[in-house]
């Protein structure tokens, strides 16, 4: 039986973010080059887009390449974008079949034509999808986030667009790529490393977190459906006490 079935579903995250890790020790384990980790783990992202559909998950943010990634080695990099473009170009059918859009967080600029390219007309294909929401990190970290984001704050006041009395913790949230969406309530990290990799630092601030040994290539429907499960143990307070939550939810 699947866990699905033990999945409550009132009590669904409205946003779950992950950390694709592991497709290179994957690979390894498995004798075989890293590039065959990272087609095996677009296998994985059709899965659990797939399960995140069917428990009407609205956001669904997968770290696909960060600032820091360009920083590896010249083939390995080729190799990552060429295949976006042939994921992206191979799923954009299934995703407006499923009413599933694509939006895209980081800096598009730095990508190859080609890549920049097929997310673009992805996202402009599925603009109309009203179902998932799949948000795509690559070229992004949340330091470069937030460093362009403070540079348009300082920008806006100088030039009177904002007045520095009313900068707040949503005026920043307003400046982030994220803006037109919800924080994580989940963060799942799969591969067995326990760091968040600056990805959403702004964002994160009450999620819970889950990590998993599992390999992200290794990483499907039910290690997903588990993950869930987790999360629905968990008690989220945002601060308040125990009690306090008790009251809200009978009031």
């Not at 592991?22 to 384990?29: L, P």
């Not at 603009?127 to 949340?142: E, K, N, P, Q, W």
């Not at 307003?174 to 959403?200: A, M, Q, V, W």
């Amino acid at each position: 039986m699947s866990l699905i079935e033990q999945i409550d579903k009132s009590r669904i995250p409205r946003h779950v973010a992950i950390i694709m890790d592991g497709n290179g020790r994957w690979a390894k384990a498995h004798q075989q080059e890293r590039s065959v980790g990272h087609r095996e783990g677009i296998v994985s992202v059709r899965k659990v887009i797939e399960a995140a559909d069917n428990l009407k998950i609205g956001y669904l943010t997968l770290y696909t390449f960060s600032t820091e990634n360009w920083n590896r080695p010249k083939e390995e990099v080729d190799t990552l974008m060429s295949l976006m473009v042939f994921a992206i170009v191979q799923e954009t059918p299934g995703m407006i079949k499923n009413n599933v859009r694509l939006l895209s967080i980081g800096d598009l600029n730095r990508l190859p034509d080609d890549t920049r390219e097929a997310f673009k007309k992805c996202i402009a294909d599925t603009a109309s999808c009203t179902g998932l929401t799949m948000v795509i990190a690559v070229s992004y970290s949340a330091r470069w986030e937030m460093s362009l984001a403070i540079k348009e704050i300082v920008s806006d006041v100088e030039n009177h667009k904002l007045e520095k009395k009313n900068i707040g913790e949503s005026t920043i949230s307003d400046y982030l790529s994220t803006k037109h969406i919800p924080d994580p309530d989940l963060l799942i990290r799969t591969g067995g490393e326990y760091r968040i990799s600056n990805f959403l630092l702004w964002q994160l601030a009450y999620s819970e977190l889950y990590f998993t040994d599992v390999f992200w290539p290794e990483f499907r429907e039910e290690e997903f459906y588990k993950a869930i499960l987790d999360y629905q143990c968990r008690e989220r307070r945002f601060g308040k006490i125990s009690e306090q939550i008790g009251d809200n939810n009978h009031q």
